[in-house]
T-cell receptor, first 116, second 116 residues
Framework: DTGVSQNPRHKITKRGQNVTFRCDPI?????LYWYRQTLGQGPEFLTY????????KSRLLSDRFSAERPKGSFSTLEIQRTEQGDSAMYLC??????????????FGSGTRLTVV | DQQVKQNSPSLSVQEGRISILNCDYT??????FLWYKKYPAEGPTFLIS?????DKNEDGRFTVFLNKSAKHLSLHIVPSQPGDSAVYFC???????????????FGKGTHLIIQP
Protein backbone atom coordinates (compact mmCIF):
# COMPACT_ATOMS: atom_id res chain seq x y z
CA ASP A 1 0.00 0.00 0.00
CA THR A 2 1.87 3.03 -1.27
CA GLY A 3 -0.46 5.85 -0.33
CA VAL A 4 -3.79 7.45 -1.09
CA SER A 5 -5.02 6.68 -4.58
CA GLN A 6 -7.50 8.83 -6.49
CA ASN A 7 -9.23 8.07 -9.77
CA PRO A 8 -9.55 9.44 -12.31
CA ARG A 9 -6.66 11.91 -12.35
CA HIS A 10 -8.46 14.16 -14.79
CA LYS A 11 -12.12 14.53 -15.75
CA ILE A 12 -13.61 16.83 -18.34
CA THR A 13 -17.39 16.99 -18.36
CA LYS A 14 -20.13 19.10 -19.86
CA ARG A 15 -22.15 21.37 -17.65
CA GLY A 16 -25.17 19.58 -16.25
CA GLN A 17 -23.60 16.11 -16.26
CA ASN A 18 -22.99 14.02 -13.16
CA VAL A 19 -19.48 12.94 -12.17
CA THR A 20 -18.13 10.53 -9.58
CA PHE A 21 -14.64 10.36 -8.15
CA ARG A 22 -13.10 7.55 -6.17
CA CYS A 23 -10.57 7.61 -3.33
CA ASP A 24 -8.74 4.60 -1.90
CA PRO A 25 -7.12 5.59 1.41
CA ILE A 26 -4.19 3.97 3.17
CA UNK A 27 -5.68 0.70 4.34
CA UNK A 28 -5.18 1.09 8.09
CA UNK A 29 -6.40 4.70 8.18
CA UNK A 30 -9.85 5.08 9.70
CA UNK A 31 -10.39 8.74 8.78
CA LEU A 32 -10.95 9.95 5.24
CA TYR A 33 -11.30 13.57 4.09
CA TRP A 34 -12.35 15.35 0.93
CA TYR A 35 -10.97 18.80 0.07
CA ARG A 36 -11.38 21.05 -2.93
CA GLN A 37 -8.66 23.34 -4.27
CA THR A 38 -9.24 26.07 -6.83
CA LEU A 39 -6.55 28.05 -8.61
CA GLY A 40 -4.59 30.32 -6.30
CA GLN A 41 -6.28 29.01 -3.17
CA GLY A 42 -5.40 26.52 -0.51
CA PRO A 43 -7.38 23.30 -0.10
CA GLU A 44 -10.86 23.82 1.38
CA PHE A 45 -12.42 21.22 3.63
CA LEU A 46 -15.54 19.53 2.26
CA THR A 47 -16.30 16.53 4.45
CA TYR A 48 -14.81 13.71 6.47
CA UNK A 49 -15.57 10.15 7.50
CA UNK A 50 -14.56 8.12 10.48
CA UNK A 51 -14.85 4.57 9.26
CA UNK A 52 -18.17 4.54 7.35
CA UNK A 53 -19.78 7.41 9.28
CA UNK A 54 -19.82 10.86 7.70
CA UNK A 55 -19.17 13.07 10.72
CA UNK A 56 -18.76 16.55 9.30
CA LYS A 57 -19.85 18.41 6.19
CA SER A 58 -18.74 21.90 5.20
CA ARG A 59 -21.29 24.45 4.03
CA LEU A 60 -19.32 24.32 0.75
CA LEU A 61 -20.88 20.90 0.19
CA SER A 62 -24.11 21.88 -1.52
CA ASP A 63 -26.96 19.43 -2.03
CA ARG A 64 -25.54 18.59 -5.47
CA PHE A 65 -22.59 16.95 -3.73
CA SER A 66 -22.75 13.61 -1.99
CA ALA A 67 -20.00 11.51 -0.48
CA GLU A 68 -20.08 7.92 0.68
CA ARG A 69 -17.77 5.46 2.33
CA PRO A 70 -19.94 2.36 2.38
CA LYS A 71 -17.65 -0.15 4.02
CA GLY A 72 -15.25 2.16 5.75
CA SER A 73 -12.65 1.62 3.05
CA PHE A 74 -12.80 3.49 -0.27
CA SER A 75 -14.93 6.60 -0.71
CA THR A 76 -16.78 8.20 -3.61
CA LEU A 77 -17.63 11.84 -4.17
CA GLU A 78 -20.46 12.52 -6.62
CA ILE A 79 -21.36 15.88 -8.08
CA GLN A 80 -24.74 16.10 -9.75
CA ARG A 81 -25.69 18.66 -12.41
CA THR A 82 -22.16 20.02 -12.59
CA GLU A 83 -21.61 23.77 -12.95
CA GLN A 84 -18.57 25.62 -14.23
CA GLY A 85 -17.83 26.77 -10.68
CA ASP A 86 -17.26 23.14 -9.73
CA SER A 87 -14.06 23.12 -11.79
CA ALA A 88 -11.31 22.45 -9.27
CA MET A 89 -8.86 19.88 -7.95
CA TYR A 90 -10.61 17.45 -5.62
CA LEU A 91 -8.23 16.08 -3.03
CA CYS A 92 -8.73 13.08 -0.79
CA UNK A 93 -6.72 12.52 2.37
CA UNK A 94 -6.63 9.86 5.03
CA UNK A 95 -5.28 9.64 8.56
CA UNK A 96 -5.08 7.39 11.58
CA UNK A 97 -6.69 9.57 14.20
CA UNK A 98 -6.74 13.34 14.47
CA UNK A 99 -4.27 15.65 12.76
CA UNK A 100 -3.22 16.60 16.29
CA UNK A 101 -1.64 13.18 16.59
CA UNK A 102 1.30 14.82 14.88
CA UNK A 103 1.27 12.96 11.61
CA UNK A 104 -0.88 15.26 9.54
CA UNK A 105 -2.90 13.75 6.77
CA UNK A 106 -1.71 11.83 3.75
CA PHE A 107 -3.13 13.37 0.60
CA GLY A 108 -3.71 11.74 -2.74
CA SER A 109 -2.66 13.41 -6.00
CA GLY A 110 -6.18 14.62 -6.62
CA THR A 111 -8.75 14.53 -9.40
CA ARG A 112 -8.80 17.61 -11.60
CA LEU A 113 -12.32 18.39 -12.76
CA THR A 114 -12.97 20.71 -15.69
CA VAL A 115 -16.58 21.60 -16.45
CA VAL A 116 -17.06 23.00 -19.94
CA ASP B 1 -13.14 35.49 5.56
CA GLN B 2 -9.61 34.11 5.50
CA GLN B 3 -8.84 32.65 8.90
CA VAL B 4 -5.35 31.56 7.85
CA LYS B 5 -3.35 34.05 5.83
CA GLN B 6 -0.14 33.68 3.91
CA ASN B 7 0.49 37.16 2.63
CA SER B 8 3.46 36.39 0.41
CA PRO B 9 2.36 34.61 -2.78
CA SER B 10 5.99 33.93 -3.66
CA LEU B 11 9.47 34.02 -2.16
CA SER B 12 12.83 33.68 -3.88
CA VAL B 13 15.85 32.53 -1.84
CA GLN B 14 19.39 31.66 -2.81
CA GLU B 15 20.50 28.06 -2.36
CA GLY B 16 22.20 27.55 1.00
CA ARG B 17 20.49 30.53 2.64
CA ILE B 18 17.60 30.51 5.10
CA SER B 19 14.03 30.48 3.80
CA ILE B 20 11.41 31.99 6.12
CA LEU B 21 7.75 31.49 5.29
CA ASN B 22 5.16 33.34 7.33
CA CYS B 23 1.59 32.61 8.30
CA ASP B 24 -0.98 34.57 10.34
CA TYR B 25 -4.27 33.35 11.74
CA THR B 26 -7.30 35.11 13.13
CA UNK B 27 -9.19 32.38 15.00
CA UNK B 28 -7.83 32.14 18.54
CA UNK B 29 -9.50 28.74 18.91
CA UNK B 30 -6.91 27.16 16.61
CA UNK B 31 -4.57 25.07 18.71
CA UNK B 32 -2.68 22.98 16.20
CA PHE B 33 -0.76 24.12 13.15
CA LEU B 34 0.77 22.25 10.25
CA TRP B 35 2.90 22.99 7.21
CA TYR B 36 2.47 21.17 3.92
CA LYS B 37 4.61 21.22 0.82
CA LYS B 38 3.13 20.76 -2.65
CA TYR B 39 4.81 20.00 -5.96
CA PRO B 40 2.89 20.50 -9.23
CA ALA B 41 0.49 17.65 -10.10
CA GLU B 42 0.88 16.10 -6.64
CA GLY B 43 -1.13 16.31 -3.45
CA PRO B 44 0.20 18.26 -0.44
CA THR B 45 2.80 16.43 1.66
CA PHE B 46 2.92 16.88 5.43
CA LEU B 47 6.14 18.57 6.60
CA ILE B 48 5.99 19.57 10.24
CA SER B 49 3.46 20.56 12.88
CA UNK B 50 3.26 22.37 16.20
CA UNK B 51 0.83 22.33 19.08
CA UNK B 52 -0.21 25.58 20.74
CA UNK B 53 1.43 24.44 23.98
CA UNK B 54 4.81 24.81 22.30
CA ASP B 55 6.55 27.73 20.66
CA LYS B 56 9.06 25.81 18.58
CA ASN B 57 9.34 22.46 16.85
CA GLU B 58 12.33 21.27 14.88
CA ASP B 59 12.79 18.45 12.38
CA GLY B 60 16.06 18.39 10.54
CA ARG B 61 16.34 21.45 8.31
CA PHE B 62 12.79 22.54 9.15
CA THR B 63 11.78 24.55 12.21
CA VAL B 64 8.37 25.97 12.95
CA PHE B 65 7.95 28.86 15.39
CA LEU B 66 4.64 29.82 16.96
CA ASN B 67 3.86 33.20 18.52
CA LYS B 68 0.41 32.81 20.04
CA SER B 69 0.06 36.38 21.23
CA ALA B 70 0.70 37.65 17.72
CA LYS B 71 -1.27 34.77 16.11
CA HIS B 72 1.71 34.19 13.88
CA LEU B 73 3.78 31.21 12.86
CA SER B 74 6.75 30.82 10.60
CA LEU B 75 8.57 27.99 8.89
CA HIS B 76 12.36 28.21 8.65
CA ILE B 77 14.28 26.06 6.20
CA VAL B 78 18.05 25.99 6.71
CA PRO B 79 19.95 25.54 4.47
CA SER B 80 17.62 25.90 1.50
CA GLN B 81 18.08 23.35 -1.27
CA PRO B 82 16.84 23.29 -4.89
CA GLY B 83 14.43 20.45 -4.03
CA ASP B 84 12.70 22.77 -1.57
CA SER B 85 11.21 24.73 -4.48
CA ALA B 86 7.48 24.13 -4.08
CA VAL B 87 4.29 25.73 -2.79
CA TYR B 88 4.10 25.73 1.02
CA PHE B 89 0.74 25.76 2.77
CA CYS B 90 0.12 26.69 6.36
CA UNK B 91 -2.87 24.94 7.95
CA UNK B 92 -4.64 25.16 11.31
CA UNK B 93 -7.12 23.12 13.29
CA UNK B 94 -8.72 23.00 16.71
CA UNK B 95 -9.24 20.06 18.99
CA UNK B 96 -12.31 18.01 18.30
CA UNK B 97 -14.38 18.43 21.42
CA UNK B 98 -17.18 16.08 20.51
CA UNK B 99 -18.66 17.09 17.20
CA UNK B 100 -16.43 20.01 16.37
CA UNK B 101 -14.88 20.44 12.95
CA UNK B 102 -12.05 18.09 12.21
CA UNK B 103 -11.00 19.62 8.93
CA UNK B 104 -7.92 21.73 8.40
CA UNK B 105 -8.14 25.40 7.40
CA PHE B 106 -5.44 26.21 4.86
CA GLY B 107 -3.81 29.42 3.77
CA LYS B 108 -3.45 30.26 0.07
CA GLY B 109 0.15 29.12 -0.04
CA THR B 110 3.57 30.65 -0.73
CA HIS B 111 5.54 29.60 -3.79
CA LEU B 112 9.15 29.18 -2.67
CA ILE B 113 11.77 29.37 -5.39
CA ILE B 114 15.32 28.37 -4.54
CA GLN B 115 17.82 30.04 -6.84
CA PRO B 116 21.06 28.14 -7.58
Amino acid sequence: DTGVSQNPRHKITKRGQNVTFRCDPISEHNRLYWYRQTLGQGPEFLTYFQNEAQLEKSRLLSDRFSAERPKGSFSTLEIQRTEQGDSAMYLCASSLGLAQAGLGYTFGSGTRLTVV
Amino acid sequence: DQQVKQNSPSLSVQEGRISILNCDYTNSMFDYFLWYKKYPAEGPTFLISISSIKDKNEDGRFTVFLNKSAKHLSLHIVPSQPGDSAVYFCAASFSNSGGGADGLTFGKGTHLIIQP
